[in-house]
């Protein structure tokens, strides 16, 4: 029986992608390590083949048309065998000891007879890793999840300003995510918000366990966090945006869970934020025109949460009226990035 499969999608990633996979292997034969070749025209697919040849009974590998990071995710989740899903970045890694005891945890966990022990979720912390610059910070939900216990819901604590659910913190149970609906679309950046929002209407069990699991990189140039690339990619965080506000009935989750409701619509907040921010920061009346067409068509798709997102603290600083508005937007802009660390 495979546990975990992890996916890991690929694109010219043969400067970095070993160190991912050979931190992967380390699970061995409770795992299932599925390499997603993304059209790749360097070194990646030949890297990818000799730890398929090597390692067969863990490695398998596709080679596909490029289809983008969320194509590389689909492709990972139509193929997994295994009971939970997790996706690794080919230039981040895992803790080897972290992820040993995981896969521990995994173990115990799935092998309790009664299935609805089995946590639809668990939720790891994770570690923003300058690499080359030998920092770190880490990110952790303590003040959020009871650590080792089945909860739900309506059992979660607050999450600060600068703490959400993202998928590097995230393994679903493979199940759940099928019943989800969950399909990223193909040549878009940013999939991963929708990746780490729409799964969970359907999670109904989650287990935190308190490990530092996930090494996640920064310090790529052309990495999809980085302010000057976001700029030109936010006709695609634009659509993420959209897709997130739409996947799920708010209405319909308050009735039984009112915290994940407020939670999710926190985190519309936020993208919305980021595209408003980034758009104003182009300085183009082009870019000022999506952005009010942006705050337009949600207005439009449901009118309350268009009020509640304008007069949020995060989204609503983003969107005010006239010039001395835009000053203010951006002068909080210039705040935020240097308390939260923003790229």
């Not at 596709?62 to 997994?80: C, I, Y």
Request: include cysteine.
């Amino acid at each position: 029986m495979k546990y975990l499969t992890i996916t890991v999608p690929c694109y010219n990633s043969q400067d970095y992608m070993e160190r991912c996979i050979q931190s992967l292997l380390e699970g061995g034969n409770d795992v299932e390590i599925i390499i997603v070749d993304d059209g790749s025209t360097d070194r990646t697919p030949d890297i990818a083949d000799y730890y398929e040849e090597k390692y067969p009974e863990i490695v398998r590998v596709v080679h596909k048309e490029n289809g983008g990071h969320g194509s590389g995710v689909n492709k990972g989740l139509e193929l997994a065998t295994g009971k939970y899903f997790k996706v690794v970045d080919s230039d981040d890694w895992l803790d080897r000891d972290v992820y040993l005891t995981l896969l521990k945890q995994l173990k115990r966990l799935c092998r309790q007879k009664d299935s609805t022990k089995h946590p639809d979720l668990l939720v790891c912390n994770y570690i923003y890793d300058h690499y080359n610059e030998g920092t770190c910070k880490k990110v952790h939900y303590r003040n959020v999840f009871p650590a080792g216990k089945l909860c739900n819901w309506n059992h979660m604590g607050h999450f600060r300003m600068s703490q959400y659910l993202i998928m590097h913190a995230l393994i679903f149970r493979t199940e759940v995510l099928i019943q989800s609906g969950i399909r990223l679309p193909e040549h878009t950046f940013y999939v991963d918000n929708l990746f780490a929002n729409q799964p969970l209407a359907n999670v109904k069990t989650i287990c935190y366990l308190d490990l530092d699991l996930y090494h996640y990189f920064l310090g790529r140039e052309d990495q999809s966090v980085n302010a000057k690339v976001l700029m030109k990619r936010i006709d695609q965080q634009i659509l993420v945006t959209k897709l997130v506000t739409k996947c799920f009935d708010l209405r319909q989750i308050k009735k039984e869970y009112p915290k994940l409701e407020k939670y999710l619509c926190r985190n519309i907040s936020i993208m919305l934020a980021i595209s408003s921010i980034h758009l104003l920061l182009m300085q183009t009346k082009e870019a000022r025109g999506k952005r009010k067409k942006l705050w337009e068509e949600i207005k439009e798709y449901d009118h309350a949460l268009y009020y509640r997102l304008k007069y949020s603290t995060v989204s609503g600083f983003t969107y005010l009226p006239g010039r001395v508005g835009d000053c203010l937007t951006l002068f909080g802009y210039k705040v935020a990035k240097k308390w939260l660390l923003f790229q």
